[in-house]
Structures are given as structure tokens and as C-alpha cells.
């Protein structure tokens, strides 16, 4: 089932500070936000919190607040979860299409921990038909995350796990927007549905480049330029969709 309670249950409502803490939040009108204030609850996940199993009916919304990530992970009947797609402070997870309470296909993990401001699907959907330029905002997000999970599979079928890394590393810098990334080989090797030695040989042949370096459990982006050389096409692409269609929801690293 969804999940009704987070670990960290806070007061209802969202202040002005964390409506800036999404892109998606911040790009509404002042008068959308006034009239999804209240209805918003705020809570804290831990990292693996499960927010949204598969066939789980999506009643609520999900918005990341500052560096909290989740990924969309697919089950295998082997038992493994690979990662299909994530998203953090520029998008939202769960009820923000439908008019309804449909199945969801994912299970919805999250990656980095943090504050995540939670909605009723029906409250939202209740607001898109009062004012329509949050309705197509909405859409455009929704256009630009189907971009990047459909130029993600392309990634997975010709590139190599290096360059994959790599692009999957900026992703990750760009929604916490610091440098030292929470992250074990374990995880790495899981997402990318690998061996972990795999992931252990990619890592040190970046590191020995200066584009990384890596302790236990957190991987500091040392050169974000020679990172970007190294990673594929596909991140610039899916950034230059987002450009395009929804200037702003993107979310550029602060100097």
C-alpha cells in the first residue's frame, strides 16, 4: 500500500522557504501557491524509505524538497531493483497527472535523504482545473521526465557504464547541489543493475583522471568538467529538453 505516515511526521502546511526547495513548487503562480499552502504535508525520509510500491494506487503527490532524491526502481523477478529513472528538487513522484487513483507502476525508493512536501492527488487536481497554467506546467514537467527516462533507456543499450556513471554523477550534483554525494559501491552497483566490481573499476579509473575521489560511502566530484567530457550526450540532451519546454525547472548548480 502507498505509505500513509512518514518516519518523521511534521505540521501541516509548507512555509515560503521550502516552496523554493523545488523547482516545480517555486515555478507556480503566487496565487497556486496560497491555494495548495495547507493542504501540503511536509515529511522526512530516511534513505530506502519506500514511498510508493507496485499497483499501489497513487493518491498523493510527492515533491522533493533541496537535495532529497528518489528513483523510480523497477523489481525483477530475480530479486534485484534497477533503476529506470530518479528525480529530485525538479519534479515530482506519484498523483500529478491522472484525475484518478491508478495503479503505479514503479516502486518509488528514496535515494538521498530529506524533506519531501506530500498532497492529496484529488486536492491538486482540484487546483489544475481552477487555474490551467499550473495544469500546463504540470505537462511540460511531465513531458520533459518522459524525455529522460526514454533517453535513459537509449543510454543503457549503446553507452558505456563509464559514461552512463558519469552523466548519472552530474544528475546527482545538480538536485543536491554540492559536491560530495552520498553513495556506496553497493547502491551504484544496484542502480546500474551491475557487479559491484564493475562499478569498483569505473570508479578508480575516474578517480585516477582527477574527476573523483572516494571515501567509504561518499563519492566528492573533484573536476565537473572532465566529468562532463566523460559522460555521453545523453545529459546535455535531456537538460537542453528541459531548456526548451520548461525554462527554469531545471535545477543550475549556485555559485
Known amino acids: 500500500m502507498e505509505k500513509e505516515q512518514s518516519n518523521r511526521p511534521m505540521p501541516p502546511g509548507i512555509s515560503a522557504t521550502q516552496y523554493r526547495e523545488n523547482q516545480l513548487l517555486r515555478l507556480m503562480t503566487p496565487g497556486v501557491r496560497d491555494r495548495l499552502r495547507a ?56 498523483g500529478i497527472a491522472s ?17 519531501i512536501a506530500r498532497i492529496p492527488s484529488a486536492r491538486l487536481e482540484e487546483v489544475k482545473r481552477e487555474h490551467p ?12 521526465f518522459i524525455a529522460q527516462v526514454l533517453q535513459s533507456a537509449a543510454c543503457a543499450s549503446v553507452h558505456s557504464l ?15 547541489q554540492a559536491d560530495d554525494l552520498p553513495l556506496t559501491q553497493e547502491a551504484l552497483a544496484e542502480m546500474f543493475g551491475v557487479a559491484r566490481s564493475w562499478v569498483t573499476r569505473v570508479s578508480t579509473s ?19 568538467d572532465a566529468l562532463a ?18 525554462p527554469g525547472l531545471y535545477p543550475d548548480l549556485e555559485p
Not at 567530457?229 to 520548461?246: G, I, K, N, P, T
Open 133 to 144: 497554467a499550473l495544469h500546463d506546467l504540470l505537462s511540460r514537467y511531465i513531458d520533459c
Open 206 to 224: 575516474l578517480q585516477d583522471r582527477g574527476m573523483i575521489s572516494y571515501r567509504r560511502g561518499v563519492v566528492h566530484i573533484a573536476d565537473r
Open 162 to 176: 563509464e559514461a552512463r556513471y558519469a552523466r548519472w554523477l552530474l544528475l546527482m550534483q545538480d538536485r543536491i
Open 229 to 246: 567530457d566523460a559522460s555521453c550526450e545523453c545529459y546535455a540532451l535531456v537538460r537542453q529538453h528541459f531548456d526548451r519546454l520548461a
Open 39 to 94: 493542504s501540503f504535508e511536509i515529511v522526512r525520509e530516511e534513505r530506502g524509505s519506500v514511498l510508493i510500491e507496485p499497483g499501489d494506487e497513487t493518491t498523493h503527490a510527492y515533491f522533493p524538497l533541496g537535495g532529497t532524491v528518489v528513483s523510480y526502481v523497477i523489481p525483477m523477478q530475480d530479486g534485484r531493483g534497477i533503476e529506470a529513472a530518479s528525480v529530485g528538487r525538479e519534479g515530482s513522484i506519484g
Open 99 to 115: 484525475a484518478g487513483a491508478y495503479p503505479f507502476f514503479a516502486r518509488a525508493v528514496v535515494r538521498m535523504p530529506g524533506e
